[in-house]
């Protein structure tokens, strides 16, 4: 297979997974409440969601790793390597940070500012939400639960801001 008939494959795969987590984080967006259960379905719905589009944006920047890996560092190659140890977060960040490389994109996310220390508290809690350990890893107050969905619209802003900017160029490649 070739590189651009597997990159094809890539973005077929990640439209298709796309479109049925982004259903599922509509629905549970029309059903919002303010109950705990709601709050905790709402963070794993979109902390999938996300986990799946940097998933497919792994995918894609792996095959552009095939033909040049020299404008990467070391932490973003091994972000783009399965069971690479990684935290959600990290992975996150470095497959982000690679894509924008290897499709060659300006003005990469800012990872210095308060929209990542909360995505980060974000992806904290849905790790706790998933695998929790105590009562209070499945409890969100209505402090942290502000900074928890400003986190969830950080992370789904920047993901849909490259797949953006990639379509865009791509637009003006063909």
Avoid: C
């Avoid at 705990?36 to 552009?64: E, F, L």
């Amino acid at each position: 297979m070739t590189p651009q008939e597997k990159m094809n494959a890539a973005v077929e795969s990640y439209l298709q997974v796309a479109e049925v987590l982004s259903s599922d984080a509509y629905a549970i967006l029309d059903q919002e409440t303010e109950t705990q259960a709601w709050r905790r379905s709402y963070i794993r719905t979109v902390a999938a969601m996300i986990v799946g589009d940097s998933y497919s944006i792994q995918q894609m920047a792996t095959i552009g790793l095939e033909t040049d890996p020299s404008m990467l560092s070391a932490k973003e190659i091994k972000a783009l390597t399965v069971d690479n140890g990684n935290s959600a977060a990290d992975q996150i960040k470095y497959v982000l940070r690679a894509a924008y490389k290897m499709f060659e994109l300006e003005q990469s996310p800012d990872f210095s500012g308060s929209g990542w220390i909360l995505a980060q508290k974000f992806m904290d809690k849905r790790n706790k939400v998933m695998h929790p350990k105590i009562p209070a890893d499945l409890e969100i107050s209505e402090e942290s639960w502000k900074d928890l969905f400003e986190g969830s619209k950080w992370l789904i802003g920047e993901h849909f801001e490259l797949i953006g900017r990639i379509q865009k160029k791509y637009d003006e490649d063909n």
